[in-house]
RNA sequence: CGCGGGGUAGAGCAGUGGCAGCUCGACAGGCUCAUAACCUGUAGGUCGUUGGUUCGAAUCCAACCCCCGCAACCA
């Protein structure tokens, strides 16, 4: 039996914001390496934690706006991001929500941890606060000295915060960072470690009054914490209290030793926060860093710039994922987004990789070797018929697959997946089991061989296209021919 | 001189001292079991610019030009 245990997160976007589709391929590259997980470990040793991170004053104001508490208002937004999540097919195992009781208890006892370690201490601070807005404004926020918004000065104000010895930890970061293959990819370390040898102490409350929607400062409820304080908690909170946010039928073990350190991916603007802030509390907490940091790169918009509103350059996933299918948007993601570098997202691209690898080269050969045995009336299910020597050549593509895959190198594992596919492809011309020549005795084993190389290429396929490879699998086995992936136009 | 990444075929990228590669796209031939598919082959690149080191540079060094991201809600 095996007993290791493999636990993952994303990040918890703002519940309030529209999911893009940066989201959509943090979630589908964690789902991806979830599936893949739980077919080499058990199902019983994964978890895969999603959430939203639903404080802030952002959701206050929109709760008022629109005339609902601000629990009602998050109730609803998370709501749409489980649906989204289900649109993609993201297997999560739970789905956290920071506005939950059980969180508000666990984000405290953290508090109260850090506080007892002497990390966290009272300062006063000074800053530029637009009444308008109610909010503290930077210098660079501020258009000819006025907040754009609402074209008034902002006065200056000053309040008591609490602040975390971020700054305590530096050396320790440092070290750690140093101390493996934490942080992938590689050359974004040089980034991460300047801005820790720079990294100042940080404000990690408001005051209540200002700002009702938080989790309360145990030891002073005048005071909440900062959305970042609370929300960074959720990756080892779900680990203490999963009940709540499971899906049905969860039973996992819960308890953090059991499970972390674990697997983190994030986008770009999440660096210094997952890299630094979060790894500075937990070393606080004196809980373990985080085993591997995933810094995916930023989808950028056809052109190569990045995809913004006033733009209107933006890619929908919803609009995507209703123009062409989960799974073509899912593949397109994996196949042709790069997995740690930015990269352009182009409809044309999404297009041509979908119709050339799984309609051309991967749902072809598979019919085609379906429509042939039944037309000569073989049967392939027979494993004694397959050649040794093809058998290898196949599990040598599977192995190499596999541990790219460990490596969290997706694109370049569904690179092999491909060419595993299209040496399908170069046996069946080369060995024309068509061909009136051939002996039944031939064409069985040639057959049998290919129906082999399906199985292992759908297999390895059904973590990007679950779907699609769970229905080639039963095509192959009840020998039912016909078009797998349609063509897209 | 804020920090970081990048400039290689029409497009997307790999290649960190030894004959310029991969995928897509384009074109030609072959095959006919198959989704106008598949197989084989062809065309297409002064590797951003200039200078240097070296027997030899896409790769190392220097300077410069250009693009992108972060710094500012945002993966």
Redesign the pocket.
């Known amino acids: 039996m095996n007993n290791e245990k493999y636990y993952q997160t994303t ?1 918890l ?2 519940v309030n ?1 529209n999911p ?4 959509t ?2 979630f589908v590259q964690a789902d991806v390496v979830a599936r893949f997980k739980r077919k080499k470990l058990g199902e019983e040793n994964v978890w895969f934690n999603l959430g939203a991170d639903e404080h802030g004053l ?1 959701m206050y104001q929109k709760a008022k706006e629109k005339g609902v508490t601000p629990q009602e208002y998050v109730d609803e937004y998370s709501k749409n991001w489980k649906e989204f999540c289900d649109l993609f097919l993201i297997s999560y195992d739970t789905f956290y929500r920071t506005s939950d009781p059980s969180h508000h208890k666990l984000a405290q006892e953290w508090w109260l941890r850090s506080e007892a370690n002497g990390d966290i201490y009272k300062k006063e601070y000074t800053g530029l606060y637009c009444v308008g807005c109610e909010e503290f404004k ?1 210098e ?2 501020l258009v000819d000295g006025k907040c754009p918004d609402h074209g008034v000065e902002p006065i200056v104000v000053s309040e008591e915060n609490y602040f975390f010895k971020l700054s305590k930890y530096r050396d320790d970061l440092l070290k750690w960072l140093d101390s493996g293959e934490i942080l992938k990819p590689d ?2 370390k ?2 991460l470690k ?2 820790i040898s720079a990294m100042e102490d940080i404000s990690i409350s408001r005051v209540k009054e200002k700002l009702p929607w938080g989790i309360e400062v145990p030891s002073d409820p005048t005071q909440v914490m900062y959305v970042w304080f609370d929300a960074l908690t959720d990756y080892i909170n779900v680990l203490k209290d999963p009940t709540e946010f499971a899906r049905e039928g969860f039973d996992k073990d819960a308890g953090i030793d059991n499970w972390w350190p674990g697997v983190q991916f ?5 660096l210094r926060f997952q890299g630094g802030v979060w790894q500075g509390m937990l070393a606080s907490f004196g809980v373990a860093h985080t085993r591997k940091l995933l810094n ?5 918009a056809a052109d ?4 913004s509103k006033t733009k209107g350059n933006g890619v929908s996933p919803f609009e995507q994922q209703e123009k062409y299918g989960t799974e073509a948007v899912r593949f397109y993601l994996i196949a ?1 987004i ?1 997995t740690f ?4 997202y ?1 409809e044309e ?1 999404l297009k ?2 979908y ?3 799984l ?3 991967f ?2 050969l ?3 070797v379906i ?2 045995s039944n ?1 000569y009336g073989i049967d392939y299910s027979d494993s004694n018929n397959i050649d040794s020597e093809f058998k290898s050549k196949v599990d040598g593509f599977v192995s190499e697959i596999e541990s790219l895959l460990e490596k969290f190198e997706l694109q370049s594992a569904v ?1 092999k997946i491909i060419e595993l596919a ?1 040496f399908g ?2 046996y ?2 080369e060995h ?1 089991p ?2 009136k020549e051939k002996t039944e005795k031939e064409r069985e084993q040639i057959l049998s061989n290919l129906a082999y190389l399906i199985k292992n290429v759908a297999e390895q396929y059904s973590y990007i296209i679950p779907e699609s490879a769970n229905r080639a699998l039963d095509m192959l086995i009840k020998k039912e021919s016909g ?5 897209i136009d």
């Open positions: 990040t976007p703002y914001a893009h589709i940066g989201h391929l943090e952002k930077t660079k926020q050359h974004k040089a980034e300047n801005w994030f986008g770009p603007d999440n995916h790169g930023m989808v950028l190569g710039t990045k995809m042709g790069s570098a930015d990269s352009p182009k691209d041509n990789l119709n050339a690898h309609a051309d080269n749902g072809n598979l019919n085609r429509v042939l037309k690179q299209s492809n170069e069946i011309s024309q068509w061909s078009v797998l992936f349609a063509k």
